[in-house]
């Protein structure tokens, strides 16, 4: 070890007045103008607004997702030839089902036919003609002279009245 150098006593003096540096306090996160908090305030609530928006629609819908898993079940009858002239009842039954669910029943139980169907037509898109004539006169039809190609465009028309149809405020 090297002897260390002795000091002046002025240098001495000088260093044992030295103090820290003085740093300045951490600067804020918080806005400094109330503008800036009523922005955030805004923005909170126009997310929370949105969210029970998306909430409520989603909620609302829940009959739909109900009748288009119902639809998928159908729609795996109907690919059985041995299941598919049920599976084409249970089609009708589920279009009623879904109607019922937003429109009061005394407007829609009692509906049927050609009546039933222009409802349908009134209130949906994409409703095919396959599925037209097959709601029309469902009871004198048979399901079991239905090719594979039929039956599955009536579960596109389905699966398309189900998705699109429009209920009135």
């Known amino acids: 070890m090297e002897p260390q150098p002795k000091l002046d006593p002025l240098t001495q003096t000088a260093l044992r007045s030295l103090h820290d540096i003085a740093v300045p306090p951490p600067v804020s996160w918080m ?16 997310l929370l607004l949105w969210f029970a928006y998306i909430y409520k629609r ?21 690919r059985n030839p041995k299941r598919r002239e049920q599976a ?6 589920l279009m009623k089902r879904t109607a019922l669910a937003v429109w009061p029943r005394e407007d829609i139980a009692a509906v049927a036919g050609t009546d039933w169907v222009s409802f ?27 090719s594979a190609e039929a039956a599955e465009g009536l579960v596109r028309s389905a699966r398309s009245w189900i998705e699109g149809h429009h209920v009135s405020a």
């Open 58 to 78: 989603w909620r609302r819908n829940a009959y739909r997702r109900e009748a288009l898993a119902m639809l998928d079940a159908i729609e795996i009858d109907i």
């Open 88 to 93: 084409v009842m249970d089609i009708g039954v």
């Open 31 to 46: 806005p400094h103008t109330w503008g800036w908090a009523v922005v955030a305030i805004i923005v909170i609530v126009a």
């Open 120 to 146: 349908l037509a009134a209130y949906g898109t994409g409703m095919g003609q396959g599925l037209r004539d097959r709601l029309d006169d469902l009871e004198y039809q048979h399901a079991k002279a239905m």
